[in-house]
């Protein structure tokens, strides 16, 4: 049974923001300080990528444990209440972002996920978005771009 009156509960849920959150602004502002230039949210593109490096054709997707269903993360827990409606927003969730990814990589893009709980290591993202995002140059001259 839910605490929050049903006011109360929508008033909170409102609040929860898809762009511009605490991780993905972490994950902008390491991209940034590591040298790479991005665009945001571009709506051409599908799943509408939270960070986009065109040139390099790679994406980032910086996800909610919670609402994306980090497996096996503590923050991926799942209601008590109002069961069947929560496993099917969840569900929906997995689903949409598993068909944008797999458009993407059809389409040519690499796309990283960033979850939530990896941007409070700030040492280890930083490595990891620097391994992602490095310059392929070695590829480009193999074959010839």
């Given at each position: 049974?839910?605490?929050?009156?049903?006011?109360?509960?929508?008033?909170?849920?409102?609040?929860?923001?898809?762009?511009?959150?605490?991780p993905?602004?972490?994950?902008?502002?390491?991209?940034?300080?590591?040298?790479?230039?991005?665009?945001?949210?571009?709506?051409?593109?599908p799943?509408?990528?939270?960070?986009?490096?065109?040139?390099?054709?790679?994406?980032?997707?910086?996800?909610?444990?919670?609402?994306?269903?980090h497996?096996?993360?503590?923050?991926?827990?799942?209601?008590k209440?109002?069961?069947?409606?929560?496993?099917?927003?969840?569900?929906?969730?997995?689903?949409?972002?598993?068909?944008?990814?797999?458009?993407?990589?059809?389409?040519?893009?690499?796309?990283?996920?960033?979850?939530?709980?990896?941007?409070?290591?700030?040492?280890?993202?930083?490595?990891?978005?620097?391994?992602?995002l490095?310059?392929?140059?070695?590829?480009?001259?193999?074959?010839?771009?």
């Open positions: 049974m839910d605490i929050l009156a049903p006011e109360q509960r929508s008033r909170l849920m409102s609040r929860i923001r898809g762009k511009d959150t605490g993905e602004l972490k994950v902008r502002q390491l991209a940034h300080a590591l040298g790479f230039r991005f665009r945001l949210h571009r709506r051409d593109l799943g509408s990528p939270d960070l986009v490096f065109a040139s390099r054709r790679k994406v980032i997707f910086v996800h909610g444990c919670y609402w994306h269903r497996p096996g993360c503590r923050y991926a827990y799942s209601p209440s109002n069961v069947e409606f929560w496993q099917a927003k969840f569900a929906a969730n997995t689903a949409r972002d598993q068909i944008a990814m797999k458009a993407l990589e059809e389409a040519g893009w690499q796309v990283l996920v960033v979850w939530e709980c990896e941007t409070r290591n700030a040492g280890a993202l930083q490595t990891r978005l620097a391994n992602f490095k310059n392929d140059m070695a590829k480009r001259i193999k074959h010839g771009n």
